[in-house]
């Protein structure tokens, strides 16, 4: 009984220790998550200067993200977004309906290419 109440709590300190860690670090985690999740979905380089998260504000904001064009046509960026701000009512997340009171978008450049029949958001979409 003493060895099993011993592991209970190991493993609650474990959690604890991890849940306070992705506190402090979701920013990070967020950059990591969001440049491997545009690269996957894209199948293009995705850069992200800076990601910051507010759990219990309910507000996260991006700047410098910058989603590669596909290789072969010149420019070197597909699309770029200077700032991206969303905030969340917190409240409204246990309700039918969530409110979103703020999003932010500035500084958005999208470079669009044909070449031929080609064009670069053919092999993005695809």
Do not use: C, W
């Amino acid at each position: 009984m003493k060895a099993l109440f011993k592991l209970f709590i190991a493993l609650l300190v474990v959690v604890v220790i991890v849940v306070v860690g992705a506190f402090f670090y979701i920013d990070s985690i967020a950059k990591k998550a969001i440049e491997q999740g545009g690269e996957m979905a894209l199948g293009v380089t995705t850069n992200l200067e800076s990601v910051h998260i507010s759990l219990l504000g309910g507000e996260a904001s991006l700047s410098g993200l910058q989603i590669a064009n596909p290789v072969g046509f010149k420019a070197q960026t597909f699309m770029e977004l200077g700032q991206g701000e969303v905030a969340i009512s917190l409240g409204s997340l246990m309700g039918d309906t969530v409110k979103i009171p703020r999003v932010k978008l500035s500084n958005i450049r999208v470079n669009l290419e044909q070449s031929g029949k080609n064009n670069n958001i053919d092999p993005i979409l695809a």
